[in-house]
């Protein structure tokens, strides 16, 4: 390639095959000319046939595809390949389930050159895609609830959400990149932080549009939500407790007297409707009959589902909080 790219699209990805190829399809049908841009699929160490399948759309698709492969080492060592790799200054993260819109790259190019200064992000939109099945899951599950953002916004760093955003290289490389561990561990947020203290903004632009094809369950969703809790301490020793606990109503006295007296008021309802008897005894079994029943559908609605799946994040984090102590006080 003798001249860099306008941009370079960055997708980490990990036994995703099918839906990554939609997704590298989506990426040609762009309004940018297909010359002005890369994509670059870095793989986690796949074995689901991911490699054959990028090496079958090599040379057929109009912009240059290029790719990567190493063995499993999680997200963000995956991210931080990707970054590394890519020929342009400016890089979109994407996952590997988001599939754009044809004006995608244009609308974050276009934010971009409204904002040239290399401390700048653009956030793009992510809605549930209209293909997935119809379920009473998708119906009510959002996790990305991007409709609390305006257009224009300037957002708080920690929405430096690598499912459709795009940042200047060499700010990342000067300031911070992702930190390397396994399993699902909010390393966006993580990171977001850490570069808001370098100076890093994020500009909403919502007609950077993308759509998230991700084939969800409640027991998926709530697994997830565990593993997630268990490696909190990613945020919580990286993120002051008093600000971070209450975005994940995680309510504990660790986040400071202030914080833990204001939380106590919705705390309260919130273990009285979510706790680890109604959750397994009632809202798991009443949320997944839901999908063939008219009369548990009723008590179907975004507050259950959230319910739900948030008490197995904050259940994640306190096992991981116990085991931690129990293992200091067996070697005091």
Same mark, same amino acid.
């Given at each position: 390639?003798?001249? +860099?790219?306008?941009?370079?699209?960055?997708?980490?990805?990990?036994?995703?095959?099918?839906?990554?190829?939609?997704?590298?399809? /989506?990426?040609?049908?762009?309004?940018?000319? +297909?010359?002005?841009?890369?994509?670059?699929?870095?793989?986690? *160490?796949?074995?689901?046939?991911?490699?054959? =399948?990028?090496?079958?759309?090599?040379?057929?698709?109009?912009?240059?595809?290029?790719?990567?492969?190493?063995?499993?080492?999680?997200? *963000?060592?995956?991210?931080?390949?990707? @970054?590394?790799?890519?020929? #342009?200054?400016?890089?979109?993260?994407?996952?590997?389930?988001?599939?754009?819109? +044809? =004006?995608?790259?244009?609308?974050?190019?276009?934010?971009?050159?409204?904002? +040239?200064?290399?401390?700048?992000?653009?956030?793009? /939109?992510?809605?549930?895609? #209209?293909?997935?099945? #119809?379920?009473?899951?998708? $119906?009510?599950?959002?996790?990305?609830?991007?409709?609390?953002?305006?257009?224009?916004?300037?957002?708080?760093?920690?929405? !430096?959400?690598?499912?459709?955003?795009?940042?200047?290289?060499?700010?990342?490389?000067?300031? *911070?990149?992702?930190?390397?561990?396994?399993?699902?561990?909010?390393?966006?947020?993580?990171?977001?932080?850490?570069?808001? &203290? &370098?100076?890093?903004?994020?500009?909403?632009?919502?007609?950077?549009?993308?759509?998230?094809?991700?084939?969800?369950?409640?027991?998926?969703?709530? $697994?997830?939500?565990?593993?997630?809790?268990?490696?909190?301490?990613?945020?919580?020793?990286?993120?002051?407790?008093?600000?971070?606990?209450?975005?994940? $109503?995680?309510? #504990? @006295?660790?986040?400071?007297? /202030?914080?833990?007296?204001? =939380?106590?008021?919705?705390?309260?309802?919130?273990?009285?409707?979510?706790? &680890?008897?109604?959750?397994?005894? !009632?809202?798991?079994? @009443?949320?997944?009959?839901?999908?063939?029943?008219?009369?548990?559908?009723?008590?179907?609605?975004?507050?259950?589902?959230?319910?739900?799946?948030?008490?197995?994040?904050?259940? *994640?984090? /306190?096992?991981?909080?116990?085991?931690?102590?129990?293992?200091?006080?067996?070697?005091?």
């Amino acid at each position: 390639m003798s001249e +860099p790219p306008f941009i370079s699209v960055v997708i980490a990805t990990y036994k995703r095959c099918d839906v990554l190829q939609v997704t590298l399809e /989506k990426l040609c049908e762009q309004s940018l000319a +297909p010359s002005k841009f890369e994509v670059l699929v870095v793989d986690d *160490g796949s074995n689901d046939g991911t490699d054959k =399948m990028v090496a079958s759309l090599m040379g057929s698709t109009p912009y240059a595809l290029r790719y990567f492969e190493h063995a499993n080492r999680g997200p *963000g060592y995956t991210q931080n390949r990707g @970054i590394r790799e890519a020929h #342009s200054d400016l890089i979109l993260l994407i996952a590997d389930d988001i599939w754009a819109s +044809p =004006m995608l790259l244009e609308q974050h190019l276009k934010t971009h050159g409204e904002y +040239p200064d290399k401390n700048v992000a653009v956030l793009g /939109k992510v809605v549930q895609s #209209s293909e997935l099945p #119809s379920t009473v899951m998708h $119906k009510y599950w959002d996790p990305f609830r991007y409709d609390r953002f305006r257009e224009g916004q300037e957002l708080n760093s920690i929405f !430096f959400l690598a499912c459709n955003i795009s940042v200047k290289k060499v700010f990342l490389l000067e300031n *911070g990149m992702y930190e390397e561990r396994k399993g699902a561990a909010h390393e966006d947020i993580e990171l977001g932080y850490r570069l808001g &203290k &370098k100076g890093l903004r994020i500009i909403y632009n919502q007609d950077a549009l993308t759509s998230h094809y991700h084939v969800e369950t409640l027991v998926n969703a709530c $697994k997830r939500a565990y593993e997630r809790g268990r490696n909190f301490d990613l945020l919580s020793e990286n993120i002051p407790k008093s600000f971070i606990f209450p975005i994940y $109503k995680i309510c #504990s @006295i660790e986040a400071g007297v /202030k914080a833990f007296v204001k =939380m106590i008021p919705r705390e309260i309802p919130r273990l009285c409707v979510f706790n &680890k008897w109604t959750v397994n005894y !009632f809202w798991l079994p @009443i949320l997944q009959f839901a999908e063939a029943n008219r009369l548990a559908a009723v008590f179907a609605n975004q507050a259950t589902f959230r319910g739900t799946i948030y008490y197995f994040l904050r259940k *994640g984090y /306190k096992d991981a909080r116990r085991e931690e102590q129990k293992e200091t006080c067996l070697c005091i």
